[in-house]
């Protein structure tokens, strides 16, 4: 897949919106965007396009040779992502192929992280979403969460707030996670994916 290496790259954090969500195992992608937008030095806006909050920046060196971003959380619920990820696409002119969804996965062991580009949703409402609105050929930042313990329904878990035990170590996992993104963006897949796919 070629794409213009002058586009930007949009960054999409999966999550719900509000404050009752904001500490869900969920909301993951949520907290590395966040973190991102922390280190470029800028806090997310309300886009008038889309519904979604966006935060414009760059990312790597400094000067030209750093990428153009947008930081983006979709303010739609999990499950609608893809409508706010569209519609940022398209009004920044976005190539599929520097798009990046970061987000909670269930089949990875917690705080284990995989790179990957395409593929399926695994079951994830809000991959679902994205890929039903533009296809499966953006890159995807998974952050393992781990299942669920003994009979707990999926749906609970995912909306529960980490673990006491868990948030010990989260934010050293949200830091790498945004490290991944960080070196996806500047180095591309494959470095990233050596370096971070744990």
Do not use: C
């Not at 609970?156 to 170590?169: N, Y």
């Not at 991944?180 to 494959?190: I, Q």
């Amino acid at each position: 897949m070629t794409t213009d290496a002058s586009a930007p790259w949009l960054i999409a954090g999966l999550g719900n919106p509000g404050p009752d969500y904001a500490g869900n195992r969920h909301n993951v992608g949520f907290m590395v965007v966040d973190l991102l937008a922390e280190r470029i030095g800028g806090s997310f806006k309300r886009h008038g396009k889309a519904q979604a909050q966006v935060v414009e920046g760059r990312i790597g060196p400094p000067g030209p040779a750093g990428r153009r971003v947008v930081l983006a959380k979709p303010m739609s619920y999990m499950n609608l992502s893809g409508g706010p990820v569209t519609a940022l696409r398209d009004f920044y002119k976005v190539p599929t192929g520097h798009i990046v969804a970061v987000h909670d996965e269930l089949d990875i062991d917690y705080g284990v992280l995989r790179l990957k580009l395409g593929g399926g949703d695994n079951g994830h409402n809000g991959l679902k979403s994205m890929t039903k609105a533009m296809g499966p050929d953006y890159h995807r930042v998974r952050f393992g969460i781990g299942r669920p313990p003994g009979r707990m329904p999926v749906a609970d878990f995912v909306l529960k707030d980490f673990s006491s035990a868990e948030r010990k170590e989260l934010a050293y996992f949200v830091d790498r996670a945004a490290d991944a993104v960080e070196a996806l963006v500047t180095e591309g897949l494959e470095r990233a994916r050596s370096t971070y796919n744990s």
